[in-house]
């Protein structure tokens, strides 16, 4: 049995940010995670930061823009800290339609980031060359995005990791919660497989498993596992520098050579494991789109399970009817790109601050939203 301020279920990128920035405000917390830390749907993405928005004109483009801003920081905080490198770096992007079809829904997003206030060039043949020389020319739409960026995966979550346990956040890897425990209005403890937790708040940032966890104290939440599968190539430092955009897909070139292809979106419940036909896929487009990659190592492929939500928003706030229990989840493809201001929202829901953005449209509860054209991908 122990006794913490703060229990957070979940400890991949949205949980350990939301963890730290806790500890830092003088909560005691803990972190319990089914597996390592980390190692969950943030492990298996490829690290893309969105690009800064001029006129983000909703609370997600906002969350986003706010995040984008505040990685940099991230970066020399976390270095500081840690001795950690995250490998943030403002590459840059570039968004390609290789088809008269892919073109028009480019023109869409082309058309939100003009609204958005996101900083883009249309490219022309004889400027890709110059600009990305290994990329396949055929395209019949190219646009740079000079203020995307990435960070490692893999580094960012144990630089986390490393954070939080120097600031004294108590990290508990491969305990796997059974419920949570309610009295009237409060969770009063998280029940595991070999111990009770007792805790003032809880919360909840397990990703695809929080709708089966919340659940438990009454609370009815859809985080549908949304497998992603991806392939990481070895080759040449150099052979491509930008993040290359293709519809769903993605190159994300390392400065050491390695590059990143994803992802596939399959419902598959929770197995993370890559198969044959995905893989294949992800390295045929690799092919498509940088001629070059053909000749890379495969130096390995996985998958990661991402936490779907009903309506293109993530769940950020208090569980209805339970006063202490929290929830951030349900980021889908863009947790990396989302965590930092998530966890600076939902500190400042607990702490009862005035919150970087109108948490109202996170809700829980909200009404479903129609679907808006995400200006950006990921
Ligand atoms: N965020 C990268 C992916 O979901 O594929």
Redesign the pocket.
């Known amino acids: 049995m122990s006794l913490e301020d703060v229990v957070v279920i979940g400890g991949g990128i949205v949980g350990l940010a939301t963890a730290l920035e806790l500890r830092r405000d003088g909560f005691s917390v803990a972190v319990v995670d089914r597996f390592d830390m980390g190692r969950g749907a943030s492990w298996a ?2 690290g ?1 930061i969105a690009p800064t928005a001029e006129r983000p004109s909703n609370p997600l483009e906002r969350l986003r823009d706010q995040s984008a801003r505040l990685y940099p920081h991230w970066a020399i905080e976390l270095k500081d800290q840690t001795g950690i490198d995250i490998g943030y770096r403002r590459c840059g992007g570039i968004d390609l339609a290789l088809e008269p079809s892919e073109a028009i829904e480019l023109e869409r997003q082309v058309l939100a980031w003009e609204n958005e206030g996101i900083a883009y060039e249309s490219i022309d043949l004889s400027d890709l060359y110059r600009i990305e020389p290994n990329l396949n020319g055929a395209f019949v739409a190219a646009y740079l995005l000079p203020d995307r960026g990435q960070i490692r995966n893999p580094r960012l979550l144990h630089a986390l990791e490393v954070a939080n346990r120097s600031a004294g956040v108590s990290l508990m890897p491969g305990v796997e919660v059974r419920s949570l425990e309610t009295h009237g209005d409060r969770v009063i403890s998280v029940k595991t497989k070999s111990e009770e937790i007792f805790s003032g708040i809880v919360v909840v940032a397990a990703g695809a498993r929080t709708g089966e966890i919340v659940e438990t104290a009454g609370i009815r939440l859809e985080t549908p596992p949304i497998k ?1 599968q ?1 392939v990481l190539l070895k080759t040449e430092p150099g052979v491509l520098t930008r993040v290359v955009e293709h519809g769903k897909n ?1 190159l994300v070139p390392r400065e050491d050579g390695r590059i990143l292809v ?2 596939t979106e399959e419902n598959a419940g929770f197995d993370v494991r890559p198969t044959a036909a995905a893989v294949a896929g992800l390295i045929a487009e690799a092919e498509r789109l940088c001629p070059a990659l053909a000749q890379a190592e495969v130096e390995r492929a996985w998958g990661g399970s ?1 936490p779907g939500n009903r309506d293109g928003r993530p769940y950020i706030g208090r569980a209805p009817g339970l006063s202490n229990l929290f929830v951030a989840a349900g980021h ?6 989302l965590a930092p201001a998530t966890a600076s929202l939902i500190a400042a829901l607990i702490k009862g601050d005035e919150t970087p953005v109108d948490a109202a449209f996170f809700a829980l509860d909200r009404p479903p939203s129609t679907a808006q054209t995400a200006a950006i991908r ?1």
């Open positions: 993405g490829a893309m992603g991806i993605y994803g992802a991402r889908f493809r863009a947790g990396i790109q990921s």
